[in-house]
């Protein structure tokens, strides 16, 4: 029996082994935007959580793409509240569970808002192709140089994670993707030393990618990371393997050994979690 459970453990550490992940590079032609749930009421500004990620880049004649995920309907503007629309692009009305796209064909920062929620607003930064970003973020809210960790459901669907640089006093970046995956829910939460950094429950990502953005942290430690699946869909009763955990421990912004690491925790974790409710993940 212990020489089973040893073999297990090491076939285990051998398929995370062969996940780890490369370096993230940056795909600066498209970009993706999410209207959190909630953010018709005022609020969100103060955390720049109106429009998620709050500024993006991308190269010139690249696309933004907006989803609204909030129950209410918004406008995706050009220009700001105090000086009005700049007449660059306009979403009009568009409803919960709809998108709207443009194509940023010249170089230069664009302001944006909501016409009907006039709190909310965004940055879109459009920069010449090759370009380095201040930000350490790609297109799709990806963290480039940053560390990157994968897991997995039971249902098959692939759950990556990157994380900006923890340091003391500064607040920290996380994106999470679900591969292939529309409207999907989930809670996050983002420990450091034991203390809660970020607690996000009822998340929901219109395309499977979302970012999110912790406390200020005490130290520049790694993090811990805790994503529990609520379903896929917009509706109840949602679908998937609702209740399933996935944990990424010491996420730090390192590649080799300590990645590895960090991919064999996530699998072992599922497995402990879906073996109490019979399910067996496909690995």
């Not at 660059?88 to 944006?112: N, R």
């Not at 109840?236 to 944990?247: A, L, Q, S, W």
């Amino acid at each position: 029996m212990k020489t089973i459970a040893m073999s297990s453990f090491f076939v285990l550490f051998a398929i995370a082994a062969g996940m780890v992940s490369s370096p993230v590079f940056a795909d600066h032609m498209t970009a993706s935007v999410t209207i959190p749930q909630g953010t018709s009421v005022p609020g969100c500004e103060k955390t720049n959580e109106c429009f998620m990620p709050h500024e993006v880049t991308i190269d010139v004649g690249g696309e933004v793409t907006w989803s609204n995920d909030d129950s209410a309907a918004h406008t995706v503007t050009g220009g700001s509240a105090a000086d009005g629309p700049s007449g660059v692009f306009d979403s009009s009305l568009f409803m919960s569970g709809t998108t709207f796209s443009h194509k940023f064909d010249v170089e230069g920062e664009f302001p944006y808002f909501c016409m009907v929620h006039p709190w909310m607003s965004g940055i879109v930064v459009a920069q010449a192709a090759g370009e380095d970003e201040d930000e350490m973020t790609d297109g799709e809210g990806h963290m480039e140089d940053a560390a990157s960790a994968t897991g997995m459901l039971s249902d098959g669907t692939k759950v990556s994670v990157w994380a900006s640089e923890p340091k003391a006093g500064e607040k920290m970046e996380i994106s999470i993707e679900f591969e292939d995956s529309e409207h999907v829910n989930h809670d996050i939460m983002v420990t450091q030393n034991g203390k809660v950094v970020l607690e996000d429950k009822g998340a929901h990502h219109h395309d499977g990618t979302g970012m999110h953005e912790t406390a200020p942290l005490d130290s520049s430690d790694p993090v811990d990371i805790t994503v529990t699946f609520q379903g896929y869909g917009v509706d109840d009763p949602k679908t998937g393997p609702i209740g399933e955990v996935v944990m990424f421990s010491k996420v730090v912004p390192e590649f080799g050994t300590i990645a590895m690491m960090i991919l064999a925790v996530a699998i072992i974790s599922i497995v402990a979690v879906t073996a109490k409710t019979r399910v067996i993940p496909r690995l």
